[in-house]
């Protein structure tokens, strides 16, 4: 079973970056995707964007391409790491952070273990 925890949370001025990490407990992720999944409050959980362990590929919701860029650590280390570089941060990018890993895609369905979450405050 893998564990996921997420850190490097916090508060950022707009136009601000911050660096988030999720850590994997398991070697086994050679068939998974881990995603970055986020929910405001009053809002929906929704998908940020994912990386595919085994090829690198990343994928993102359009609201973040071109300021948000997800990367792993090389597929060998333990334990695994994904990152979320987040720049030119906006108030509504406030909100709960969430590492998942699961099939892929940009479905919450699709993810079947969630790390705890880590709050992102972006103050204008």
């Known amino acids: 079973q893998v564990q996921l925890v997420e850190s490097g949370g916090g508060l950022v001025q707009a136009g601000g970056s911050l660096r988030l990490s999720c850590a994997a407990s398991?070697?086994?992720?050679?068939?998974?995707?881990l995603a970055w999944f986020r929910q405001a409050p009053g809002k929906e959980r929704e998908f940020v964007g994912a990386?595919?362990?085994?090829?690198?590929?990343?994928?993102?919701?359009d609201s973040v391409k071109g300021r948000f860029a997800i990367s792993r650590n090389t597929p060998k280390n333990i334990p695994n790491t994904m990152y979320l570089q987040m720049s030119s941060l906006k108030p509504e990018d406030t909100a709960l952070y969430y590492c998942?890993?699961?099939?892929?895609?940009?479905?919450?369905?699709?993810?079947?273990?969630w790390g705890q979450g880590t709050q992102v405050t972006v103050s204008s």
């Open positions: 990386i595919s362990w085994s090829s690198g590929r990343t994928y993102y919701d």
């Open positions: 398991a070697r086994a992720l050679s068939r998974s995707t």
């Open positions: 998942a890993a699961g099939l892929g895609g940009r479905a919450m369905e699709a993810y079947n273990t």
